[in-house]
C-alpha cells in the first residue's frame, strides 16, 4: 500500500520522483493533426504543473470589438432603381340603373336590362328573334319614377329570345277508394327565355318625384 502511494500523481502530497508523461500517442495533442493547439504537459513537480512553450494562435487575426461600440457592416446601395409609371385609366360612363315592371300574359315581371326572364311560352317567339314588350306598368330609375295609368304610354322593354324549352314536370295522381280508379298523368308547361336588353320611350312620360307625392298629400 506505500507503494502505491508514493508512485500516484497527487497535489497534495510531495512525490520523491518525478516522471514524464507522454501524450504524443493521443490524437488531440498530435501535431499533425491540430499544430495550433499547445504541446502537452511535459514534467509535473511538487504542486506545480510546468506547459510547454506554445505558438500564436490563430484566433489572433480575428478583430476584436469592444462592448461599447457595436460593429457596423457598410451594405452598398443598389444602382437599379425602381420606377413605378402611373397609368390614368379612363373612366367609363357606368349604365344608368333602371328597371320597369312589366306584364307579360296575366303575370307581372320585375326586369332589369342585361338579365334574363323565365316567362310562360310566347306564341310564335323562335330562339334569336328580337321582341318588343309594350305593357310596361312601372319604370323607375335611380332619381325618379315613372307610374303608368294603368301602363307608361310609349314605354317599350326590348329583349331577345335565348331558349324555348319546358319546365320541370308536374305529377298528377287521382285516386278513389273502392272503386279500382287511378290515374298517374305527367305535365311540362312550356317556357320562352329572354334577355332584356333595354327600356326606352318612358322619357316624355311626367315622373313622379317625392316634392310632386308631398304636394297632393
Do not use: W
Not at 99 to 112: D, K, N, T
Amino acid at each position: 500500500m506505500a507503494a502505491a502511494t508514493t508512485t500516484a500523481l497527487s497535489f497534495f502530497t510531495t512525490p520523491t520522483t518525478s516522471r514524464r508523461t507522454n501524450f504524443k500517442h493521443l490524437p488531440y495533442f498530435s501535431s499533425k493533426t491540430n499544430p495550433t493547439f499547445c504541446n502537452p504537459i511535459t514534467s509535473i513537480s511538487s504542486n506545480t504543473l510546468t506547459f510547454s512553450s506554445s505558438p500564436k494562435s490563430t484566433f489572433s487575426s480575428i478583430p476584436k470589438f469592444s462592448e461599447s461600440e457595436p460593429a457596423v457592416i457598410d451594405v452598398e446601395p443598389t444602382s437599379e432603381l425602381t420606377q413605378i409609371a402611373e397609368t390614368t385609366e379612363e373612366e367609363t360612363p357606368k349604365p344608368e340603373q333602371i328597371f320597369a315592371v312589366v306584364m307579360i300574359g296575366s303575370r307581372q315581371y320585375i326586369i332589369f336590362p342585361g338579365r334574363f326572364l323565365t316567362t310562360q311560352r310566347l306564341k310564335g317567339a323562335n330562339v334569336g328573334d328580337k321582341i318588343v314588350l309594350n305593357k310596361v306598368l312601372l319604370v323607375g330609375t335611380k332619381t325618379t319614377t315613372y307610374i303608368g295609368q294603368p301602363i307608361v304610354t310609349n314605354a317599350a322593354v326590348h329583349a331577345v329570345v335565348e331558349d324555348v324549352g319546358l319546365n320541370p314536370k308536374v305529377v298528377v295522381y287521382k285516386y278513389k277508394k273502392r272503386k279500382n280508379y287511378r290515374r298517374n298523368i305527367g305535365h311540362r308547361q312550356p317556357n320562352t327565355r329572354i334577355r332584356i336588353t333595354g327600356i326606352t320611350g318612358y322619357q316624355d312620360f311626367p315622373a313622379v318625384t317625392l316634392d310632386s307625392l308631398k304636394q297632393s298629400v
